[in-house]
């Protein structure tokens, strides 16, 4: 049986497709198959990451609304801190912690830069403060409310 090499029909869109016909069951057609198993393998296994960090993210939002304490804290330092967007939120150095003070929408709080300019360095207060620390994001715990 001759075989076609070093040229493609016009009229089989397989060979057009691979250089050589993928239907026939050659050695050729075995490896295209191969490849297509594994290319889909690995679609699956992105999608599945891609959906899980997806629920991750949901539940730890879930999970840091619903987190809300209160602390007793005396300020040690504040300041304001801007990334190269020009997106500000204002950072409260206690002896518990360092908190973030920025609008909330969930919570209805629309006053950080009022809450900011209440605040003293070496003054006492009573933060009720919402989610957690974490450092590989430098999330902070938000103040929602100052006494």
Known sequence: MARNLGRQSRHNPRELQFGFNAS????????????????????????????????VGILYSITAFNHTRSVHVLVQDKERVCDAQRSCKYLIFTDKGTFENTDSLLRGKFDSSDVYGRIQKGQQYDFTAQGFRQPVFSMYPNIIEVR
């Open 24 to 55: 026939s069951g050659s050695r050729y057609a075995n490896r295209v198959k191969r490849m297509k198993r594994q290319r889909n393998w690995m679609v699956g296994v992105v999608v599945t990451f891609i959906v899980a960090c997806i629920a």
